[in-house]
């Protein structure tokens, strides 16, 4: 191939990317760094525009020294994040390796599993944690909830925070989902029929053949997943941002400073 006709060809690939490449600058990139911009100032808006002093790290400061909430809100969301991780890509990689057999409507049972993704947003999701939606109702009815509770607080949050939090963990394991299957499907069958031949049951083909060969997805989902987690609207960090944009006590950079 000429390189000419390399550069053409690469010319075109950059065109079919370009939307995205000018929406990313647009509302990903220059919010970034315009934010990241303010939060060393202090912003006021007057009648004469917007007036802006250098401050330095004065707001960061202020946000882990002196704020009493930000701390403990940002160690909340990190633990909720620690927690969640590993449930949701747990909860998807079965999920996966279920829909990857030969179910009878196995694109139905694909379709419930990612709608919540498309039509549950932000306000819907508030909507739902604001009336206890997002848990499994009374859980102290159940004996191994009880269980649990019983235990040191060291061992006992994380399957408290699963119960409170169950439903939610399955909201946000439908793009999850996905990933694993894409990586499942790319596993070529002879592989499998090699291991059954020599004698490995399904618990061995799992660990030896199917774990290792998508641990690449495994690496994507929990990045991407971490992502999302942190970027939910309604985590305490972004909520406290969201409040402290309408406090009149507090300059709008300082909320910039915390995202």
Do not use: C
Not at 72 to 82: A, D, K, P, Q, R
Not at 153 to 162: D, K, L, Q, R, V
Not at 203 to 225: D, E, G, H, Q
């Amino acid at each position: 191939m000429s390189k000419k006709r390399r550069m053409r060809k690469a010319l075109a690939g950059y065109l079919y990317i370009s939307p995205w490449i000018i929406g990313f600058l647009i509302f990903t990139a220059y919010p970034f760094f315009y934010s990241l911009y303010l939060s060393f100032f202090n912003v006021n808006f007057t009648v004469e525009g917007i007036k802006a002093t250098f401050v330095g790290l004065k707001h960061y400061i202020y946000a882990f020294k002196t704020d009493p909430s930000f701390p403990i809100n940002f160690w909340n969301t990190l633990l909720s994040i620690v927690l969640s991780t590993p449930l949701i890509l747990v909860f998807s990689l079965v999920v996966a390796i279920l829909l990857n057999n030969k179910l009878k409507a196995r694109a139905f049972f694909r379709l419930v599993y990612f709608l919540p993704v498309v039509i549950i947003s932000g306000p819907v999701i508030s909507e739902l944690v604001a009336n206890n939606a997002a848990q499994i109702v009374d859980p102290r009815k159940y004996f191994i909830y009880n269980f649990f509770t019983l235990l040191p607080n060291t061992i006992s949050y994380p399957f408290i925070y699963m119960f409170n939090n169950l439903v939610l963990i399955l909201w946000f394991s439908g793009v999850q989902i996905l990933f694993f299957l894409a990586g499942l499907q790319k596993i070529s069958g002879s592989i499998y029929e090699a291991a059954k031949i020599d004698g490995a049951n399904s618990w061995v083909i799992f660990w030896k053949i199917t774990l290792p060969l998508i641990k690449p997805f495994v690496l994507i989902n929990a990045i991407y997943t971490i992502v999302d987690l942190a970027s939910f609207a309604n985590n305490p960090v972004n909520t406290s941002i969201t409040q402290r944009m309408f406090d009149i006590d507090k300059p709008y950079s300082y909320s910039s400073a915390l995202s």
